[in-house]
């Protein structure tokens, strides 16, 4: 099962531009967190977000979440190449569930 | 530290053959998961352990699915009369009290 849903599916942008995703859920969390994966390998860990805490910044990433629409959102600013991949949300109710994910592609 | 990982990065079985995946975590993290990931897809939840005890096993997992963490270190993933609709990328993934998880670089299962 999967808690998480990310939207878009699927998302292609101008390198050098913002890219925006975003994750919705169902059930009350005590994180979320995003997670990235390049084609063919495991996943990267990027950011956790409490739930008390409504926005987050690590370089050029920025996280966002409205637990009351149950509801987060990840920036990626200044798109490179290398961002290309596909993004996960994961909620934490104990296990981890991850969402379908968000395939992001950066031309060039 | 070497980060988690799985063995065989790769495996192609003949349908009703046993199979076997291993996973070594990162050596103080309490908890270890496993996933299962189709293309297109994001990673489902299989099981995970906190030290040797498997707190949970998703509901949509067959019988033919086991796992263990003995002794609370590596973990083993065996599928039993394997069918081709498991074949997936198995991935196993480690964290210290429910944190952040890391991954290893998964096995992937081919199944004729």
């Known amino acids: 099962s999967q808690q998480g849903e990310e939207d878009p599916q699927a998302l292609s942008i101008q390198e050098g531009e913002n890219a925006t995703m975003n994750c919705s859920y169902k059930?009350?969390?005590?994180?979320l967190q995003w997670y990235r994966q390049n084609s063919g390998r495991g996943l990267v860990h990027l950011i956790l977000?409490?739930?008390?805490?409504r926005e987050k910044h690590s370089g050029r990433l920025r996280v966002t979440l409205d637990t009351s629409k149950k509801s987060s959102s990840l920036l990626i600013t200044a798109s490179r190449a290398a961002d290309t991949a596909s993004y996960f949300c994961?909620?934490?109710?104990?296990?981890?569930?991850f969402g379908k994910g968000t395939r992001l592609h950066i031309l060039p | 530290d070497t980060g988690v990982s799985q063995n065989p990065r790769h495996k192609i079985t003949k349908r009703g053959q046993n199979v076997t995946f291993r996973c070594d975590p990162i050596?103080?993290?309490?908890?270890l998961y496993w996933y299962r990931q189709t293309l297109g897809q994001g990673p489902e939840f299989l099981t995970y352990?906190?030290?040797?005890?498997?707190?949970?096993k998703s509901r949509l997992l067959s019988d033919r699915f086991s796992a263990e963490r003995p002794k609370g270190s590596f973990s083993t993933l065996e599928i039993q009369r394997t069918e081709q609709g498991d074949s997936a990328m198995y991935l196993c993934?480690?964290?210290?009290?429910?944190?952040?998880?890391?991954f290893g670089e998964g096995s992937r299962l081919t199944v004729l």
């Open positions: 993934a480690s964290s210290l009290d429910g944190r952040e998880l890391f």
């Open positions: 050596s103080e993290h309490n908890r």
């Open positions: 059930t009350s969390i005590n994180n």
């Open positions: 977000i409490r739930s008390n805490e």
């Open positions: 352990f906190q030290n040797e005890a498997q707190l949970e």
């Open positions: 994961a909620t934490d109710d104990d296990k981890i569930i």
